[in-house]
């Protein structure tokens, strides 16, 4: 406590006593554990002596940081969600906004507003769902900017504990997706900011949130089956849509007429492969889906859409 207090100008001299006084420090303690013992009676002493209200520190340069802080984390999210969103719940995405509500509508009827609450039950189009995300980057810029008071942001709870992993996993595991016109020659489909050819040097994308990276990283950890979004991810690749090659590179287009994806173990590259450009060591661990075309894929496309799926963007 007393090293604490040293730290504000002028607060020192409990530091220096419990370095040198000797006693202090077990007098200290003694009454730092007579205190704590009876802290409702020492609570009544400290009204009589302070009044009811005693002066608190307000910490407004600690406190406005922090919302700026805040703000600009809000920011890169609303910034990144927002140059993909259309490839991801867009018209034209893995799994459209619009889909998915109609889809619930049909199946729970009244109460679909009540287990899905949203407010793009009124308009889920594209301009709305990008519009949602740029008025959420200014509502940032203006916390930045501290044109928000503390006190207005607090019921909105813009703050929680948050953990994704209770175990971390030692190795990494990548699905790597490879397209074909025939089904003779395959070549690899890249992806941006995920590990690819093993010469390929890892890219920067701090604090950009590639949520498609993401996804797949999670699929590679499991099941193939516990993956719904696939069908979809994969009928849109094979249609050609934009938005959803613009997740992965779009300099990959034209779309393939197959698709397939095995499983790989990735590491880093020793020193000397290093020295002959060489980034990962992978191998192969398995065929993650058989090769596909629009026809096979189509079909399980149009189901991935429905609640019961239990669809989950992490």
């Given at each position: 406590?007393f090293r604490?207090?040293?730290?504000?100008p002028?607060?020192g001299?409990?530091?220096w006593a419990d370095k040198?006084?000797?006693?202090?420090?077990a007098?200290?303690?003694?009454a730092?554990r007579?205190?704590a013992?009876h802290?409702?009676?020492f609570g009544?002493?400290?009204?009589?002596?302070w009044?009811?209200?005693?002066?608190?520190?307000?910490h407004?340069?600690?406190?406005g940081?922090?919302?700026r802080l805040?703000?600009?984390v809000?920011?890169?999210a609303?910034?990144s969600?927002?140059?993909?969103?259309?490839g991801?719940?867009g018209?034209?995405?893995?799994?459209p906004?619009?889909d998915y509500?109609a889809?619930a509508a049909?199946?729970?009827?009244?109460?679909?507003?009540?287990?899905h609450?949203s407010?793009?039950?009124i308009?889920s189009?594209d301009?709305?769902?990008?519009?949602?995300?740029?008025?959420?980057?200014a509502?940032?810029l203006?916390?930045?900017?501290d044109r928000f008071a503390?006190p207005a942001?607090a019921?909105?709870?813009?703050?929680?504990s948050y953990?994704v992993?209770a175990?971390?996993?030692?190795?990494r595991?990548?699905?790597?997706?490879?397209?074909s016109d025939?089904?003779?020659?395959?070549?690899?489909?890249p992806f941006?900011?995920?590990?690819?050819?093993?010469?390929?040097?890892?890219?920067?994308?701090?604090p950009?949130?590639?949520?498609?990276?993401w996804?797949?990283?999670?699929?590679?950890?499991?099941d193939p089956r516990?993956?719904p979004?696939?069908e979809?991810?994969?009928?849109?690749?094979l249609?050609?849509s934009?938005?959803?090659?613009?997740l992965?590179?779009?300099a990959a287009?034209?779309?393939?007429?197959?698709?397939?994806?095995?499983l790989y173990r990735?590491?880093?590259a020793?020193?000397?492969e290093?020295?002959r450009?060489q980034?990962w060591?992978?191998?192969?661990?398995?065929?993650?889906?058989?090769?596909v075309?629009?026809?096979t894929?189509?079909?399980?496309?149009?189901?991935a859409?429905?609640?019961e799926?239990s669809?989950?963007?992490?």
């Open positions: 406590m604490t207090l040293a730290q504000a002028g607060h001299r409990g530091l040198h006084l000797p006693g202090f420090a007098a200290a303690e003694a730092y007579l205190i013992a802290r409702p009676l009544v002493l400290t009204g009589l002596l009044g009811p209200r005693p002066l608190v520190q307000r407004e340069l600690t406190a940081l922090f919302l805040l703000g600009l809000y920011l890169a609303f910034l969600l927002g140059s993909q969103e259309l991801l719940i018209s034209s995405g893995i799994l906004a619009a509500f889809a049909r199946s729970e009827g009244a109460l679909a507003r009540l287990a609450p407010l793009f039950w308009d189009g301009w709305v769902l990008q519009a949602a995300c740029w008025a959420g980057a509502a940032s203006a916390i930045v900017a503390g942001l019921p909105l709870r813009l703050v929680n953990g992993f175990n971390m996993v030692k190795d595991r990548e699905i790597v997706l490879e397209g025939g089904g003779l020659r395959w070549r690899e489909i941006r900011f995920r590990p690819g050819r093993p010469e390929a040097a890892p890219s920067w994308n701090i950009h949130q590639p949520r498609l990276n996804q797949i990283w999670f699929a590679a950890l499991g516990e993956s979004w696939r979809p991810f994969l009928a849109r690749l249609a050609g934009r938005e959803v090659w613009a992965l590179d779009p287009a034209p779309p393939p007429r197959q698709i397939r994806a095995t990735y590491r880093y020793a020193a000397e290093r020295a450009g980034w060591q992978r191998g192969p661990e398995g065929e993650f889906l058989p090769p075309t629009t026809e894929v189509r079909g399980l496309a149009r189901r859409a429905t609640p799926s669809i989950r963007w992490r």
